[in-house]
């Protein structure tokens, strides 16, 4: 009998569970669970995936110049320090099978994105769990948390589940005091909701020990053609390039985000009708006594009493058609991560979560 085994970790990491996007029996669903922009991609975006239909049969680049040129243009960037994946779970994942292998420990904090502890898993590298205060990236804790053996240390800013976010100083301070050994992955999925966020052009020029990695999925809408980039020092590009496939992103997804990335009018304007949206919510669900802390994502972390009230809302508005992520997975059991919608949505949802806190079920 052979025995064919995975290597060591793989089996430790939990299969992702992905969300519901249909309600068994109810009409009009709406999904809020997973950070989408519900505006959807820029117009000028859906019209390059049409045009791109007639080079199916072709090859797509592999160097993706004219991404990474457009990319570098708009963000104030140098080209040739860009690496594009698919979805910038690619890129967190290139990191961790560059950086991190057996005995090396891969730092994440305490309600960090789930892919940073599995790519450390996938590498046989060790997770190091960091904990935040008051659901806040906590610089202190990562610092004390360090070890010869630390690889890489991982912060989404603003955080998803949390929405919380700190200032450029902490992250500058947090990069400073690493080991020499240690590199620094800022995940900029949802910078662009934040007023004036840069590509990150400023900390990655001060220093070698920082990569900023950002995606289309969110603020552009292109979650469903898979595309995300990073930013770092020239020898980490270099050495990510060593491991990416040739042909890794389709030539539709390098089309459209092309012309995405150069919509900045239609950027500003999500990003204003979010935020005019997400402070809307936020009060709304307070007012019914539901408290989040103040996010700078396109979502929400609504708390419950407890993992019983937040499991049993989380029922009600599934019946109301409502899709929302109850954030277990993220040791939050006890909150609902609610994605901005438009404003029918917002409204919507808030109503419901009232109608629940007066007893509905
Ligand atoms: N980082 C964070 C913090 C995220 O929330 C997500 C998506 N949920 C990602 C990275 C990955 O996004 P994508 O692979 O779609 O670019």
């Known amino acids: 009998m052979t025995k064919i085994t995975p290597q060591p970790g793989i089996m430790d990491i939990a299969l992702y569970v992905g969300g519901k ?99 450390a898993l996938a590498a046989g590298a060790t997770p190091v769990e960091v904990p935040e205060q008051d659901r806040v990236t906590d610089v202190d804790a990562i610092l004390a948390a360090c070890t010869d053996k630390t ?47 840069d590509g990150g052009a400023g900390l990655v020029r001060a220093r070698t020990n920082v990569v900023m990695t950002r995606t289309f999925s969110k603020i552009y809408g292109l979650g469903g053609l898979r595309i995300g980039w990073g930013y770092g020092p020239q020898e980490i590009i270099d050495v990510l390039n060593r491991i990416r496939g040739p042909f890794n992103l389709s030539g539709t997804a390098l089309a459209a985000a092309e012309v995405a990335v150069r919509d900045t009018a239609y950027v500003e304007k999500c990003r204003l009708e979010n935020t005019r949206l997400r402070t809307w919510l936020a009060e709304a669900l307070a007012e019914h006594g539901v408290p989040s802390d103040t996010s700078m994502a396109n979502f929400v972390l609504a708390r419950f009493a407890d993992t019983a009230e937040a499991e049993a809302c989380n029922l009600y508005l599934q019946k109301q058609g409502l899709i929302v992520r109850q954030v277990g997975s993220y040791n939050l059991p006890f909150a609902l991560r609610i994605t901005v919608g438009d404003e029918a949505s917002c409204r919507r949802v808030a109503h419901a979560v009232g109608q629940f806190k007066a007893g509905a079920r």
């Open 21 to 119: 996007s249909h309600v068994d029996g109810v009409s009009n669903v709406v999904k809020l669970s997973s950070n989408e922009n519900p505006f959807g991609p820029s117009p000028a975006a859906q019209e390059a995936v049409r045009r791109s239909v007639h080079e199916l049969h072709r090859y797509p680049s592999t160097d993706h110049a004219a991404l990474r040129g457009a990319i570098a243009e708009v963000y104030g960037l140098n080209a040739d320090q860009i690496i594009c994946g698919v979805g910038s779970d690619e890129i967190l994942t290139f990191l961790c099978q560059a950086y991190a292998g057996p005995g090396d420990e891969v730092i994440h904090t305490e309600h960090g994105f789930a892919l940073y502890k599995i790519g």
């Open 151 to 197: 690889k890489l240390v991982f912060i989404a800013n603003p955080n998803n589940p949390t929405g919380t976010m700190i200032g450029l100083a902490e992250v500058e301070r947090l990069a400073e005091n690493l080991p020499p050994q240690t590199l620094l992955v800022l995940d900029g999925a949802y910078a662009e909701f934040v007023d004036g966020y």
